[in-house]
């Protein structure tokens, strides 16, 4: 681990994924974690986050502004210790994808961003893996009852990973454009995809 990546904050979820390791995931530090939430943001794979080409202190804006609403959360996952995903939860009725889908009471929406694989390449699992302990922490650890993801739709390997997870495919959708101050968001062609509390966790 980076001198540089050195969080303290308490996590607000832990858990011990058999035969994966220990998972925790930490409110994101917009300042703290810029360069390493810069350097996974800025890869083409994560062009549908649409923050391509923007510099390390624009991300850090970006989240710094996000960690003043009520209704949208950032967060850095951990695997052992290391950085491994970046997590976003929001309220979806407070979302454009509001206007593509009938909001239930108890949902919430989701978006994960897995650190790139680096010169190791593939890694089996982990996508199940960090899925499972973020549906933990949303519909268990918040009370929540349902999920809602918003994959881009041409992201076949991504959409399948959720629908191997469990999640039911929803309907294919158009996020419209967003162009107000201080937020700039392009027109999304997404797949939607729900998870329920009761599939994810059976009594």
């Not at 083409?44 to 624009?58: I, P, T, V, Y």
């Not at 593509?100 to 199940?128: F, K, M, N, T």
Request: aromatic share 8%.
């Amino acid at each position: 681990m980076s001198e540089a990546y050195a969080p303290t904050r308490e996590p607000v979820h832990e858990q011990t994924v058999a035969g994966f390791g220990t998972v925790r995931v930490l409110p994101l530090d917009a300042h703290a974690d810029a360069e390493v939430v810069h350097a996974w943001v800025s890869e083409q794979r994560a062009s549908f986050w649409g923050m391509n080409g923007l510099s390390k202190e624009q991300v850090e804006e970006i989240y710094a502004h996000l960690d003043t609403l009520d209704t949208h959360h950032a967060y850095l996952v951990e695997k052992d210790g290391e950085p491994v995903a970046l997590l976003q939860t929001y309220e979806p009725e407070a979302d454009r994808v509001s206007e593509c889908y009938e909001v239930r009471p108890g949902d919430i929406g989701v978006h994960l961003l897995l650190a790139p694989a680096g010169q190791e390449g593939a890694r089996p699992g982990w996508s199940s893996a960090l899925l499972t302990a973020v549906t933990s922490y949303v519909l268990l650890g918040q009370g929540r009852t349902r999920v809602v993801v918003d994959p881009d739709v041409r992201n076949e390997k991504a959409i399948a990973r959720f629908l191997k997870q469990g999640f039911e495919a929803g309907p294919a959708v158009v996020l419209p454009e967003i162009d107000i101050p201080d937020v700039y968001l392009p027109e999304k062609h997404a797949q939607l995809a729900f998870l329920s509390r009761e599939v994810a966790f059976p009594a």
